[in-house]
């Protein structure tokens, strides 16, 4: 059985883990190996608990079979150019490398547009990785297509990054359009 839940201050230990395991895995060949060697665990439960502390994110622990698993972030669209009353962001998905492939990135997906449909956005969206190619299939499989925004991040070289978007609820936008401001 698989859950989501609220995380908490007693998760971040394991949720820097996790994050420091997928990080490592998903994105070795795209961020410098130093740059990944580097990722600490001190670092990473700062980040994690920074992110528990406040703002408008939302960070919930995945659990199968009652042992942690990953963990999702969402909250309001982050992206100037996009309303954020109408838009939600899927911020981040971190699964434990051997949960892979188990369905549960899809679950946690779904999961975090049910929640951002309950906080009225129309319209989610997420960020990835241009060359991270299995991630794109991921999120087209379920859905999300390009959008056409598209960012460069320095992570220790510059790297594109490319937003996908699916619509949450049948209104008057048309499919191909994306709220803004």
Not at 8 to 32: F, M
């Amino acid at each position: 059985m698989t859950t989501l839940r609220t995380a908490t201050l007693e998760d971040v230990p394991t949720l820097a883990e996790i994050h420091i395991a997928a990080s490592r895995a998903a994105y070795r060949g795209l961020v410098p190996d130093e740059r990944l060697d580097r990722l600490d665990a001190r670092r990473s439960q700062e980040r994690v608990r920074s992110v528990l502390a406040g703002g408008d994110a939302e960070t919930f622990a995945i659990e199968r079979e009652g042992e942690p698993a990953g963990s999702v972030t969402l909250g309001r669209c982050r992206d100037g150019a996009l309303d954020p009353d109408a838009t939600g962001e899927i911020y981040g998905i971190y699964l434990s490398p051997d949960r892979w492939r188990q369905g549960l990135g899809t679950l946690a997906c779904h999961e975090a547009e049910r929640l951002l449909r309950k906080r009225g956005a129309r319209i989610a969206v997420l960020w990835t990785f241009e060359a991270n190619r299995a991630a794109r299939r991921s999120y087209k499989a379920i859905g999300y297509v390009l959008d056409g925004g598209t960012r460069t991040i320095d992570v220790g070289v510059p790297l594109p990054i490319v937003r996908y978007r699916k619509r949450l609820t049948a209104d008057e936008h048309p499919i191909d359009g994306l709220p803004t401001r």
